[in-house]
């Protein structure tokens, strides 16, 4: 996707908002110096000193658009490979990082690269570099059959857990129909397992001598260092790497293809409609307003497909746009989830008719004045983020590797200001009044795809190395390892400010000015405990309900007004309470408290928004039945805690079918009125704002707010016993080609005096990469593509949870697997070992400067700190605590699990595993639905 695109989802994901239509947009930029080494690998530099941290991003100029035929997959395979040590570090790539605190660490491959990134303290700069120069320089030594065959696996298991989900073969399918044989975006990025079977080691050395020279790659230094620092580093860990054959990519561009269908049948519980035009590249103009035109299309909650097929038509449970900007031609999407009943026809007429209008007659200079300013308001957002997949880090090198300048988001955002109803008219007219792939899926079996045998590739001859570039001389000494860091940047939470408003309200303020946005987060009691004894699902459908409009406006009208205003308003509730949050534009701060008010204050629940939500949240519980997660996560909740109790209830708080379909008008205001009140209530508040500014603004509009009548008391969360014996429920899904394993129990509060000794032993079980589980089902097994545990905070005894979705004929396996890990762990007979809580050590309190990056980051932490009655200065107790653990603490706290008394759920084909989990006698086994 663009670089504006790629910004404005890190913006959304942190609750950003956008900007008004009348105001203009605070001039952004992310300024960059550049220089490129004797040896061609170029490198660019942001200095951003927020943080004492620095993203380190390096992207290779190559993707599954090179891939020779019959070796599809072969750039993500390698993905995985240079996460498997190098000549230098034979071990786990993670390992070192975890030793120093690194956050926002990973690696993707799409169509035309390969990218890896990761956040380190300032201190451990020298200590990334080594790594990415060792994977880029020294290599090959390090890769040999035994590597290759556990990659390979695990691809294979990555691939598998993508087409088990419904709707998981779609997107494939709509790319093989899109983009005819032959183009280079034909092929998914994650091959065919035919040609990942014969993958040999001599192909993946080729390739890598083809491909990863630092000729064909971009290093981004984005944070806490300059020019100077960086240059001296980056020439010191990567000038001596040799140059690269030069490396030519398939020549190709969108595919103009005549309209062509496509049709599937899949176990989903509703028919979803796809449709794909090719269109333009990254880099052109039009790329720019045909996201103004998704934007106004299906973009929005007030978008033109929106309003007709979901308000008012109500032909739809969902509909969107969508659009994926690529090297040498992007994907412009439009999708739809059928209301069961309709007829997909209908609605494939209705997109029709309304994208035909759209073109014939343009946008509406409102429309386009929206559109545009919600990207790039939404574009400044993402700025906050200095690296990870999606912040600047990326969008320089993503500039760089494609438009050859870092500084190509300059333009889209110039593209943007330009934009007008005219050419944006003219553009969709261009790219989207003909051709398109579309695809319908319809419930049903599961339509099995077969793959073609793999090709014998033609052999790859390289090119002649360019003579202008070469290798310094090397000046560091790789036998020594790994450069560990000496010293460590510390913490610096932003300070507690506490205030009383005139209604009661508690009022905690921490300011982050790094960017004009105010955040906030209003704390309720009442959760979904609250529905015990009453309808399940009450408290999350009367949350999701708030920003349906409020006050003199209607559900339409409030999203308007709130996109007008440059606000994002939403609600959602936990097991133990609900938050209403703002995030608003430092300029429209007054008018969006106001709107923020209508929803605290006057939610409207108009019976036809209510219909229209009860319809579309029914679809999502029957969505959640048909994910194998989903379902997992539906059923392990009533067996962990028992009939009657406040937590025995889906973990999504979405309820059940029946009793959605039971709730009334009546039910979402007892449920407002007696849990929204500001009675014992907090509101958080980060941001480009002062105590001095927001107690009167708040009081002006929220001071005279009152709760009526007694306000309830939080419901009494019984404790309950462990199971005498471990239970295995199996969930038939017939078809699947993995097995999905949850497992779990209970364990104490969050509040409990031993949770973060309970959160550090679950940490050396399961709760990172290099964890014991993952490391066992993935790295040595490779029959999973992840296994972890985790544990949900509650008020009350809290789950403590553990999965892995595993292929098929490896399900007893992985289950006798999983008792031995954890049965061994738990009861100390694998006790945790020194360098396990090391590591644990580090990735708590080393990467704490890295984790509270963003504004949104120090709420959610707040946030908790309030829920769970925590002092303000916990972050640096806890931070205490765990620097201070021992190993006896450590292991005690592993035996809170108990294997005797833990619940299985395995969601599968029966046919292929129930007899073999029933001969592993792991426990009594039921079917349940």
């Known amino acids: 996707m663009s670089v504006v695109a790629r910004l404005l989802l890190v913006a959304l994901a942190i609750g950003a908002p956008a900007v008004s239509a009348a105001a203009k947009a605070p001039a952004v930029d992310i300024p960059f110096e550049q220089l490129t080494l004797p040896n061609g690998l170029r490198v660019v530099v942001h200095t951003d000193k927020k943080a004492p941290i620095v993203a380190v991003s390096v992207w290779y100029h190559v993707g599954s658009r090179d891939e020779p035929a019959g070796r599809s997959g072969f750039a993500h395979l390698f993905e995985h490979l240079m996460f498997n040590g190098s000549e230098n570090h034979r071990g786990e790539y993670f390992e070192p990082f975890e030793l120093v605190g690194a956050t926002d660490m990973n690696g993707t491959t799409w169509f035309d690269r390969t990218n890896y990134f990761q956040n380190v303290p300032t201190t451990a700069v020298d200590l990334a570099l080594w790594m990415e120069s060792d994977r880029m320089g020294h290599l090959l030594g390090a890769i040999d059959q035994a590597v290759l065959d556990e990659q390979r696996g695990v691809v294979q ?36 397992m035919n040609d990942l079977n014969a993958a040999s080691l001599d192909d993946v050395k080729g390739w890598f001598r083809a491909a990863y020279g630092p000729n064909n790659a971009v290093i981004v230094l984005a944070g806490d260092i ?8 980056v020439t ?13 990519h398939p020549k190709a561009g969108p595919a103009n293809a005549k309209p062509i269908r496509g049709a599937m049948t899949d176990k989903v519980p509703q028919a979803r409609i796809q449709r794909a035009y090719s269109v333009a590249k990254f880099g052109d103009a039009d790329l720019d307003r045909l996201h103004v035109l998704s934007q106004i299309l299906g973009g929005s909650k007030s978008s033109r497909l929106d309003e007709r097929l979901l308000f008012k038509d109500k032909l739809v449970d ?30 494939e007429a209705a997109i029709d008719e309304e994208l035909r209008r759209l073109l014939k007659d343009g946008p509406t200079a409102a429309e386009v004045a929206q559109a545009r300013t919600f990207l790039k308001a939404n574009f400044i957002r993402g700025v906050e983020r200095i690296g990870g997949f999606s912040g600047k880090a990326s969008a320089l090198a993503e500039c760089a590797v494609y438009a050859g300048t870092p500084g190509c988001f300059r333009a889209s955002l110039g593209a943007l200001d330009a934009a007008t109803p005219a050419n944006v008219k003219a553009t969709g007219k261009k790219w989207l009044g003909k051709g398109g792939a579309t695809m319908v899926v319809t419930p049903g079996e599961r339509t099995v795809i077969p793959e073609e045998p793999a090709a014998a590739p033609a052999a790859m001859k390289l090119p002649a190395i360019d003579k202008k570039l070469k290798a310094s001389a090397s000046v560091v000494d790789r036998t020594k390892g790994v450069p560990m860091p000496e010293g460590f940047p510390a913490l610096a939470f932003p300070a507690f400010q506490r205030a009383k408003l005139k209604n009661g309200t508690q009022l905690i303020l921490l300011e982050r000015h790094g960017v004009p946005v105010v955040q906030a987060s209003w704390l309720f009691r009442g959760g979904y405990s609250a529905d015990q004894g009453k309808k399940l699902g009450t408290a999350g459908f009367t949350m999701g309900m708030l920003d349906e409009g409020a006050g003199t406006l209607d559900a339409l009208a409030f999203g308007n007004k709130m996109e007008a205003l440059g606000a994002r308003i939403s609600a959602g509730a936990g097991l133990d309470g609900g938050n209403v949050d703002l995030s608003a534009l430092k300029e429209h701060l007054d008018e969006s408290v106001a709107l923020y008010a209508s929803v605290l204050r006057e939610p409207r629940f108009d019976q036809n928004e209510i219909d229209r939500v009860r319809a579309t949240w029914i679809a999502g519980i029957k969505q959640e039945k048909a994910e194998p997660q989903g379902s997992a996560l539906r059923v392990l909740p009533p067996l962990l805690y028992g009939a009657g109790h406040p937590y025995a209830m889906p973990f999504t708080g979405t309820g059940t079918e029946e009793s959605i379909a039971s709730l009334v008008r009546d039910d979402l205001v007892a449920f407002q009125q007696a849990w929204l009140r500001p009675e014992g209530s907090t509101l958080v508040v980060v941001g480009d704002t002062t105590l001095a500014e927001m107690v009167p603004l708040l009081d002006k509009h929220l001071g005279s707010w009152a709760g009526g009548g007694v306000a309830p008391t939080a ?13 295995v429920f199996l969930v038939d899904q017939p078809g699947a080609i993995q097995a999905t394993i949850f497992l779990g129990q209970v364990v104490p509060p969050t509040k409990d005096a031993g949770a973060t000794q309970l959160a550090v032993a679950n940490g050396v079980l399961g709760g990172e990469f290099s ?5 066992n089902l993935r790295e040595d097994k490779h029959w999973a593509y992840g296994s972890y545990s985790f544990l949900l ?9 553990a999965f892995a979705p595993v292929q098929i004929d490896k399900t007893v396996d992985a289950l006798r697997e999983l008792q031995r890990e954890i049965g061994g762990y738990a009861t100390g007979k694998a006790p945790a070992k020194p360098e396990e809580l090391k590591k644990i050590q580090s990735t708590e309190v080393l990467g704490l400067p890295g984790s509270y990056e963003t504004a949104a980051a120090v709420l959610r932490t707040v946030a908790d700190i309030v829920r769970y009655g925590r002092p303000d200065d916990w972050v640096a107790k806890r931070k205490a605590e765990i620097e201070g653990m021992t190993l006896p603490q450590v292991n005690k706290a592993a035996g809170t699990i108990a294997p005797a008394a833990i619940t299985w759920v395995v969601v599968g084909d029966l046919a292929k595993i129930e007899a073999g989990v029933r001969a592993l006698n792991v426990g009594e086994v039921s079917v349940v639905d």
């Open 318 to 347: 969902r509909v969107w746009t969508n659009v994926d900007d690529f090297e040498v031609a992007s994907t412009f999407t439009i999708g739809a989830d059928v209301k069961a009943g309709v007829d997909p026809a209908k609605v």
């Open 715 to 727: 419901p009494v969360v019984a404790a309950v016993k462990l199971p005498a014996r471990p239970r």
């Open 771 to 775: 964890s014991r589980l993952n490391m």
């Open 226 to 233: 300059d020019l100077a620092t960086a240059k001296e580093k």
């Open 157 to 192: 298991n990555e691939k598998r857990q993508g087409e088990n989900q419904p709707y998981g073969q779609v997107e494939d399918e709509l790319y093989k129909l899109l983009y005819p044989k032959g183009h280079p975006y034909h092929h998914s990025t994650i091959g065919s």
């Open 236 to 248: 010191r860990f990567f000038g001596d790497i040799p140059p690269g054959p030069a490396f030519s």
């Open 793 to 801: 905070d509650a008020v009350g005894q809290r789950p403590w949870l």
